[in-house]
T-cell receptor, first 114, second 109 residues
Framework: DTEVTQTPKHLVMGMTNKKSLKCEQHMGHRAMYWYKQKAKKPPELMFV???????INESVPSRFSPECPNSSLLNLHLHALQPEDSALYLCASSQVTANNSPLHFGNGTRLTVT | GESVGLHLPTLSVQEGDNSIINCAYS??????FIWYKQESGKGPQFIID?????DKRQGQRVTVLLNKTVKHLSLQIAATQPGDSAVYFCGGATNKLIFGTGTLLAVQP
């Protein structure tokens, strides 16, 4: 079992829907991340939160909106997605920065956009 | 930009043999490197890491080697077992972790 919990495990949504992905960690980590992974590809960084503030946005389209309500929670709000956004969305956390300690990943949310 | 890539997309080994997975990186500013294992339907699982001021680090059955001169990273798995079958990703980090393309390790019984 992973120490980073993601819900839901699977999500199917239409292009006009609004949905949210949730991530939770209780390891006291102060950095949290969203990655997107397509089949047979490496995870691609989307967002980085450091001490609950957005520190990196990898030019992600505005139809993806991250939120960090507190140091344990990370959300990804989805609106007006496209079929090509279908992917595995991975949340991760680390003690401080990415070059200081390993990232711990959840098992992801498998998103299908119809 | 920063990129991390692997030499081989697929590696097939016999059970009990040693495995070597290679990775090349382009950003000389990367100061932290890491290997992950990803099994089907799961998120990446941390295996071992190494800082840029080291050239070798050993764990349980795994060794990571770093050659900064040629910007090369490798993961050695001793006595490979069927449970080692997975996709392996290397990653390099400055203020963010960037993954390489991945190698599928297939262990034959």
């Amino acid at each position: 079992d992973t120490e980073v919990t993601q819900t839901p495990k699977h999500l199917v949504m239409g292009m006009t829907n609004k949905k949210s992905l949730k991530c939770e960690q209780h390891m006291g980590h102060r950095a949290m991340y969203w990655y997107k992974q397509k089949a047979k590809k490496p995870p691609e960084l989307m967002f980085v939160y450091s001490y609950e503030k957005l520190s990196i946005n990898e030019s992600v389209p505005s139809r993806f909106s991250p939120e960090c309500p507190n140091s344990s929670l990370l959300n990804l709000h989805l609106h007006a997605l496209q079929p090509e956004d279908s992917a595995l969305y991975l949340c991760a956390s680390s003690q401080v920065t990415a070059n200081n300690s390993p990232l711990h990943f959840g098992n992801g949310t498998r998103l299908t956009v119809t | 930009g920063e990129s991390v890539g692997l030499h081989l997309p697929t590696l097939s080994v016999q059970e009990g043999d040693n495995s070597i997975i290679n990775c090349a990186y382009s950003n000389s500013a990367s100061d932290y490197f890491i290997w992950y294992k990803q099994e089907s339907g799961k998120g990446p699982q941390f295996i071992i890491d190494i800082r840029s001021n080291m050239d070798k680090r050993q764990g349980q059955r795994v060794t990571v080697l770093l050659n900064k001169t040629v910007k090369h990273l490798s993961l050695q798995i001793a006595a490979t077992q069927p449970g080692d079958s997975a996709v392996y990703f290397c990653g390099g980090a400055t203020n963010k972790l960037i993954f390489g393309t991945g190698t599928l390790l297939a262990v034959q019984p």
